[in-house]
């Protein structure tokens, strides 16, 4: 019986798009109580900050006002932590079918893990905040592991945790080169769900015959199971 391994952000649930929300209404409130900057410009910092020191960092805010003002700003930076997670958190939600998706597994009696690039905490959080966690055996992520995706060792902890081979293992993510190509390095095969592949990539797939399937989006993984 296989076994299924799921990527977290973007996969199960569109998190880059409520991030974007979350974001442009987090720089609008601080703009309004007193940064003295306008709120395009402050959004152009704050991208270049997150490009940076990387999305999982947690004191964006902080480097803003200090680049903006000269200084840490506690109330702004309290205030932007604040919107940022109230905004995201209201609009989060899984991808349409996600749950449906994860309740056919379970019924079948396959074990379910996550495999996510990110902080433990986070992730965790999301996936109780959605009330998926019930459904996942097992939660790695690379702040844990010390590896990131596509890094194979990932992808192996993933599997002794699980007890599973990986001529066993699916692993279904939206990112061809971090979830499908290290899970393939891995030994295990993969499903590419929201998004789209380039040229080369289907070549590829097409001329190594790897052990792919591309679907358009989560909804649709119960079909080629």
């Not at 977290?8 to 109580?33: G, K, P, Q, Y």
């Not at 152009?44 to 700003?73: C, M, P, Q, W």
């Not at 056919?104 to 996510?116: D, E, M, P, V």
């Not at 010390?146 to 902890?157: A, L, R, W």
Request: proline share 4%.
């Amino acid at each position: 019986m296989k076994q299924y391994f799921f990527d977290i952000d973007d996969t199960l649930l569109d998190t880059s798009s409520f991030a974007e929300t979350a974001r442009h209404a987090a720089i609008n409130n601080i703009v309004e109580n007193g940064l003295p900057i306008d709120e395009e410009e402050a959004y152009d910092i704050f991208k270049e900050i997150i490009a940076e020191k990387g999305s999982n960092y947690g004191k964006h805010f902080n480097v803003l006002t200090k680049r903006v003002i000269g200084a840490e700003d506690p109330y702004l930076i309290a205030l932007g932590m604040t919107t940022y997670h109230n905004v995201k958190f209201s609009l989060l939600q899984p991808f349409p079918r996600t749950i449906a998706i994860l309740i056919y597994l379970k019924q079948k009696g396959y074990k379910i893990g996550a495999i996510s690039n990110g902080i433990t905490i986070k992730q965790w959080e999301k996936l109780i905040r959605l009330n998926l966690h019930p459904f996942f055996d097992i939660v790695i992520t690379s702040e844990e592991v010390g590896y990131e995706k596509p890094h194979p060792q990932i992808f192996i902890e993933a599997l002794k945790r699980i007890h599973c081979s990986p001529d066993k293992s699916v692993m279904v993510g939206n990112k061809y080169e971090t979830d499908i190509e290290g899970a393939l390095n891995a030994g295990m095969s993969g499903i590419l769900v929201n998004s789209e592949l380039t040229y080369e990539q289907e070549q590829r797939i097409e001329n190594e015959k790897l052990d792919v399937i591309v679907l358009n989006n989560i909804s649709d993984v119960d079909t080629v199971l």
